[in-house]
T-cell receptor, first 115, second 115 residues
Framework: AQSVTQLGSHVSVSEGALVLLRCNYS??????LFWYVQYPNQGLQLLLK??????LVKGINGFEAEFKKSETSFHLTKPSAHMSDAAEYFC?????????????FGKGTRLSVIA | EAQVTQNPRYLITVTGKKLTVTCSQN?????MSWYRQDPGLGLRQIYY???????DKGDVPEGYKVSRKEKRNFPLILESPSPNQTSLYFC??????????????FGNGTRLTVT
């Protein structure tokens, strides 16, 4: 069964600094990978996803993630953090392309941005 | 506006008192699902529904019931709530399952406290 590990339950960066949120996965087949963001008092929103093709995926709000099969990683980055990026981020993995394919979420990483 | 609406946002109840959390979506989505979010555990799926009158268990279904009589509504029922069901609950929907090309849309959550 697939699984997701997010390194660091809490990451703190200064405004303008690089954001790096780490995600490693395990999967027996080529995975589909997702990052979701949860702003305070809101539900999760899809930030970006990797399905096939280009391994560098761009999402909303300047975020991007790179799928590295050899490292089984899908780390999320943003060159310059903004105060509005403070939120909880979830990495998720899916192995299928139909039905209720299990979508397994990581435990989340809370990002704080310091002025 | 396309959205998933959950009610109530906050609920405090006592052990054993039956309660229902409502969920409604206005996007004509076939797939709906309930998750619970607990600190350090991420999101775990409770129940899901592929279409009207079709429901199935997720990873943590014990103590919960659901129904899907209409496409837009997917209520979560706790017949006899217990303190270990204190959690943040999310309803989600998608056009067709959790496939990579069918991203989930989440409600804003219901924070339930059972004393």
């Amino acid at each position: 069964a697939q699984s997701v590990t997010q390194l660091g339950s809490h990451v703190s960066v200064s405004e303008g600094a690089l954001v790096l949120l780490r995600c490693n996965y395990s999967s027996s087949v080529p995975p589909y990978l997702f990052w979701y963001v949860q702003y305070p008092n809101q539900g999760l929103q899809l930030l970006l996803k990797y399905t096939t093709g280009a391994t560098l995926v761009k999402g909303i709000n300047g975020f991007e993630a790179e799928f590295k099969k050899s490292e089984t990683s899908f780390h999320l980055t943003k060159p310059s953090a903004h105060m509005s990026d403070a939120a909880e981020y979830f990495c998720a993995v899916s192995e299928g392309d139909s039905g209720n394919t299990p979508l397994v979420f990581g435990k989340g990483t809370r990002l704080s941005v310091i002025a | 506006e396309a959205q998933v609406t959950q009610n109530p946002r906050y609920l405090i109840t006592v052990t054993g008192k039956k309660l229902t959390v409502t969920c409604s979506q206005n996007m004509n989505h076939e797939y709906m699902s309930w998750y619970r979010q607990d600190p350090g555990l991420g999101l775990r799926q409770i129940y899901y529904s592929m279409n009207v009158e079709v429901t199935d268990k997720g990873d943590v279904p014990e103590g919960y019931k659901v129904s899907r009589k209409e496409k837009r509504n997917f209520p979560l029922i706790l017949e006899s709530p217990s303190p270990n069901q204190t959690s943040l609950y999310f309803c989600a929907s998608s056009p067709s399952g959790t496939a990579y090309n069918s991203p989930l849309h989440f409600g804003n959550g219901t924070r339930l406290t059972v004393t």
